[in-house]
C-alpha cells in the first residue's frame, strides 16, 4: 500500500489508460464485457487516486519534518529546528557511508543560524521522499541558499533520515549533507 500512497499519479494515469483501451476496444468489436471493465479500470483509479489521501507514509511524515526544519532555519528559529532532532542525531559529510559527528555538532551548526550563517534567501529547487520501511524514511533536499557570510546564492544537496519515535513523533536521525556548490562539503563550513 506504500507504493500506493507514494506514486498515486502514475498508478492512476495507467488505470486510466488501461480503462480507455478497454473501452475502445470493446466498442470497436461489439465486446460488451471488454468496455465494461473500463469503468472498472476508472473506479481503481478513483481508489488509488482517495487512498494516496488518506494514507499517511513515513515518507510523508519525513517530508513534513524535512519541511518544518527549512522553515526554522529560514526564520532563524534555533529552538524549533533543534527540536526535530533526535538524541542520537548524526550529521555526515558527502555520504551516508562517511564518519558522523554527533548532535552538539549539528547543534552549533545550528546556532550559526542565528548569526555568522543567517540564511537570507532560501528556495528548494527539488525534494522528494520515499519510505525506507516501518518508522522511516530519506528525503533529498536540493536547495539555493544565500546567507551572511556567504559570497552568493550557494547550491546545496542534503539528505535527511527521518524515524518514528518511541513517543510517536518523528524526528531527523541522520542529515547527510552530499555536497555544497557540486564539491564535497567539509565541517569547516559550519
Known amino acids: 500500500?506504500?507504493?500506493?500512497?507514494?506514486?498515486?499519479?502514475s498508478i492512476t494515469l495507467?488505470?486510466?489508460?488501461?480503462?480507455?483501451v478497454l473501452w475502445i476496444v470493446g466498442a470497436r468489436r461489439g465486446s460488451l464485457i471488454t468496455a465494461s471493465l473500463a469503468p472498472v479500470c476508472a473506479l481503481a483509479a478513483i481508489g488509488v487516486a482517495i487512498a494516496?489521501?488518506?494514507?499517511e507514509t513515513p515518507a510523508d511524515q519525513g517530508l513534513r519534518t524535512v519541511r518544518a526544519l527549512?522553515?526554522?532555519?529560514?526564520?532563524?528559529?534555533?529552538?524549533?529546528?533543534?527540536?526535530l532532532l533526535s538524541a542520537d542525531?548524526?550529521?555526515?559529510?558527502?555520504?551516508?557511508?562517511?564518519?558522523?559527528?554527533?548532535?552538539?555538532?549539528?547543534?552549533?551548526?545550528?546556532?550559526?543560524?542565528?548569526?555568522?550563517?543567517r540564511i537570507e534567501e532560501n528556495s528548494i529547487?527539488?525534494?522528494?521522499?520515499?519510505?525506507?520501511g516501518d518508522g522511516l524514511a530519506s528525503v533529498d533536499i536540493t536547495c539555493r541558499t544565500r546567507t551572511a557570510s556567504s559570497l552568493g546564492t550557494v547550491p546545496t544537496q542534503?539528505?535527511?533520515e527521518v524515524?518514528?519515535?518511541?513517543?510517536?513523533?518523528?524526528?531527523?536521525?541522520?542529515?547527510?549533507?552530499?555536497?555544497?556548490?557540486?564539491?564535497?562539503?567539509?565541517?569547516?563550513?559550519l
Do not use: N, Y
Open 1 to 9: 500500500m506504500v507504493f500506493v500512497s507514494e506514486h498515486p499519479v
Open 14 to 20: 495507467v488505470l486510466l489508460s488501461v480503462g480507455i
Open 52 to 55: 494516496s489521501w488518506l494514507i
Open 70 to 83: 527549512v522553515e526554522a532555519a529560514e526564520a532563524g528559529s534555533i529552538r524549533a529546528a533543534k527540536a
Open 89 to 117: 542525531a548524526t550529521i555526515h559529510m558527502g555520504s551516508r557511508d562517511a564518519p558522523g559527528d554527533d548532535r552538539a555538532h549539528i547543534e552549533r551548526a545550528f546556532d550559526s543560524f542565528a548569526g555568522r550563517h
Open 125 to 132: 529547487w527539488t525534494i522528494d521522499a520515499r519510505t525506507l
Open 158 to 160: 542534503w539528505t535527511f
Open 163 to 189: 524515524a518514528r519515535q518511541s513517543d510517536g513523533s518523528w524526528r531527523i536521525v541522520r542529515i547527510i549533507w552530499r555536497a555544497v556548490a557540486s564539491e564535497r562539503p567539509s565541517l569547516k563550513l
